[in-house]
T-cell receptor, first 111, second 112 residues
Framework: SQTIHQWPATLVQPVGSPLSLECTVEGTSNPNLYWYRQAAGRGLQLLFYSVGIGQISSEVPQNLSASRPQDRQFILSSKKLLLSDSGFYLC??????????FGSGTRLTVV | RKEVEQDPGPFNVPEGATVAFNCTYSNSASQSFFWYRQDCRKEPKLLMSVYSSGNEDGRFTAQLNRASQYISLLIRDSKLSDSATYLCVVSGRGSTLGRLYFGRGTQLTVWP
């Protein structure tokens, strides 16, 4: 079956610390993958998307980066977190013609 | 102008009520339209796709008006379990494959 996994579920990190969030997809190959962020009281913002290994497109300039080291793995990183990086981070892919399927998300609080 | 704009809400309705959400989008070239549901502190999940002819799924009816760039969602006979935030979602333009734009969502609370 096709599933998407995302971890960790919750993270509290101090300002200036690094970040690594991982997303993996099972049951498919060469999926388009997406990282979104949902800040408190705001809509979903597309951060990065990838159509294949090593191919990353950034939607907004910011303190974050993404990598796709394997076909079904998508990683979101930061070298130094800012308070404004707090939010709900969601990985997504498109299993068919009916829009995105999201991972369960990581709730990041930068303190 | 935002790509997708929704009723801000919140909507507070009693069980059994009928409630309607509206949404407008700015890109006339958009081809795909969806309603997602997001429970508190959870990921969004697809509620239904929206087709040009309108479509119904049980108590939920979605309508699309391309000329007005307007999408609606009607919920009949509201249940307590319908309480959630409803996101209007529209496909984007350009070369971003699969790019979707999300409205900020409309919060619905159904009370007993």
């Amino acid at each position: 079956s096709q599933t998407i996994h995302q971890w960790p579920a919750t993270l509290v990190q101090p300002v200036g610390s690094p970040l690594s969030l991982e997303c993996t997809v099972e049951g498919t190959s060469n999926p388009n993958l997406y990282w979104y962020r949902q800040a408190a009281g705001r809509g979903l913002q597309l951060l990065f998307y990838s159509v294949g290994i090593g191919q990353i497109s950034s939607e907004v300039p910011q303190n974050l980066s993404a990598s796709r080291p394997q076909d079904r793995q998508f990683i979101l990183s930061s070298k130094k977190l800012l308070l404004s990086d707090s939010g709900f981070y969601l990985c997504a892919w498109i299993p068919g013609a009916s829009g995105y399927t999201f991972g369960s998300g990581t709730r990041l609080t930068v303190v | 102008r935002k790509e997708v704009e929704q009723d801000p809400g919140p909507f507070n309705v009693p069980e059994g009520a009928t409630v309607a959400f509206n949404c407008t989008y700015s890109n006339s070239a958009s081809q795909s339209f969806f309603w997602y549901r997001q429970d508190c502190r959870k990921e969004p999940k697809l509620l239904m796709s929206v087709y040009s002819s309108g479509n119904e799924d049980g108590r939920f009816t979605a309508q699309l008006n391309r000329a007005s760039q307007y999408i609606s969602l009607l919920i009949r006979d509201s249940k307590l379990s319908d309480s959630a935030t409803y996101l209007c979602v529209v496909s984007g333009r350009g070369s971003t494959l699969g790019r979707l734009y999300f409205g900020r969502g409309t919060q619905l609370t159904v009370w007993p």
